[in-house]
């Protein structure tokens, strides 16, 4: 989960509020090289994550960037407390020229910290060091949630079939407009995963990437255009849903798909909208997963 500056202090007054005895205090230790610095309970614990973290670190860049990050660019503090009972991954980016460091928190177990928790949240800090401006929040988590274990994707998915056989489908056009994504907000989480995945049944994650990036800058229609031949963000609504339910339609047929915005028969409902929400807060309960 990425974080604001206002979303993280608010973040660190509630956790210092619900702090739990069962989690340990970390920062005894620490281990570092030219890319993380780690602090933790132990120092074995401590060398595990570092390495953990330089493989994910290559491994998310070259799946989604086409290229490995220079070494010690994006360099990133990651901050570990273990828990038996919490699993929670935050990640504030560098986003002003008075910090020169990425910051990780994880409170999770000591598997997870080497696994799935810590890959979440490298894969923010891949993105956010190629392109400081961030991402738009649904492709930045949509991104991130490919590492994520299979229990929570079959969640997301859960929730996905739900739309698909109600047919109360979330707009795409308000979710593409978030500026960030709750940790509570499952609805927004799985959207977005699914249309990640569903993108990446018509291109390559470089090409997702590219896309993600030049949505944000010329829009999403040009860019839908451009990179995987939908006229717009209501034709990928329709390819989409159209994908989630199972429905077989080939890509010619898909990259051909014209629907007007104002045709009230295609549109989603407006109360079936995904609202854009104003803040995040600091904490990514993954154990209940939101993400």
């Known amino acids: 989960m990425r974080v ?5 202090l608010s973040g660190m007054v509630l956790i210092v509020l619900v702090a739990r005895p069962a989690v340990t205090v970390t920062g005894a230790c620490f281990q570092h090289d030219e890319n993380f610095t780690v602090l933790a309970e132990d120092e074995m614990l401590a060398a595990d994550v570092l390495a ?11 799946e989604w960037l086409g ?3 220079p070494p010690s660019v994006g360099e990133t503090i990651i901050h570990v407390t273990l828990s038996d009972e919490e699993d929670r991954g935050l990640t504030w980016a560098i986003d002003s020229p ?9 409170t999770t177990s000591r598997d997870r910290a080497n696994g799935s928790t810590l890959q979440h949240e490298i894969a923010h800090i891949v993105l956010a060091t190629r392109y400081p401006q961030r991402l ?3 492709a930045d988590e949509g991104i991130a949630g490919t590492y994520d274990e299979q229990d929570r994707i079959n969640l997301r998915r859960q929730i996905i079939h739900w739309y698909a056989d109600t047919g109360n489908w979330p707009s795409l056009e308000s979710v593409f407009q978030m500026p ?13 995963a699914s249309v990640t995945e569903f993108l990446l ?20 229609d040009r860019a839908l255009q451009d990179f995987y031949r939908l006229e717009s963000v209501a034709a990928l609504q329709q390819a989409w849903q159209a994908w989630a339910s199972g429905i077989e339609t080939s890509n010619s047929e898909l ?33 209940s997963h939101g993400h």
Not at 256 to 273: A, F, K, L, M, Y
């Open 4 to 8: 604001t500056p206002t979303q993280l």
């Open 52 to 62: 953990s973290a330089n493989r994910f670190r290559q491994r998310v860049a070259n």
């Open 67 to 69: 290229v490995e990050l």
């Open 98 to 106: 008075n910090r020169s460091m990425h910051k990780i928190w994880l």
């Open 136 to 138: 738009p929040a649904w």
């Open 180 to 192: 960030t994504i709750i940790n509570t907000d499952k609805k927004a989480y799985s959207v977005a």
């Open 201 to 220: 049944t018509r291109g390559d994650r470089p090409t997702f990437v590219e896309f993600a990036a030049a949505g944000q800058q010329a829009g999403w």
């Open 255 to 287: 990259g051909h798909i014209r629907v007007e915005q104002g045709n009230r028969e295609t549109d989603p409902s407006p109360e079936c909208s995904i609202p854009g929400v104003p803040g995040r807060p600091q904490q990514d309960t993954r154990a």
